[in-house]
């Protein structure tokens, strides 16, 4: 089941970025870039290519871009994953409410009985 999740978030990341004009901050090909950084990763996954991820994420995303709640549910499995710590600097608060079990984000992610596709 973690290998299917994990599949379809990053299935769903890609097509986002893929179909993505220009967001608040982040353009097309940067977010081509980063989607293909991430692919990279997922065939061979290293501690600092997980770090540089975050780091180039932090730099593209502002907390509203629609892009985000993948990437963060993306970073959150990873470091379960592979027992690696989140950088600081990214979206805290953020990961903060994924890991708290009653907020709404952590509710939605935790069911996997619906996806809302706009």
Known sequence: ????SIFLIIALFCMQI??????????KPQLEKLSTDVMYF????????F??????????????DKHLPAFLVWA???S??????INDDFFPELIKQIHN????????????EFIIVK
């Open 80 to 85: 379960k994953k592979y027992g690696w710590k």
């Open 42 to 49: 997922y065939q061979n996954p290293q501690q600092n290519q």
């Open 51 to 64: 770090q540089k991820i975050q780091h180039k994420a932090v730099k593209l995303f502002s907390k509203k």
């Open 18 to 27: 893929a179909s993505a004009g220009k967001t608040n901050k982040t353009s």
């Open 101 to 112: 079990p009653n907020s709404r984000q952590a509710q939605f992610i935790a069911n996997d």
């Open 1 to 4: 089941m973690l290998k299917k």
């Open 76 to 78: 959150d499995r990873s």
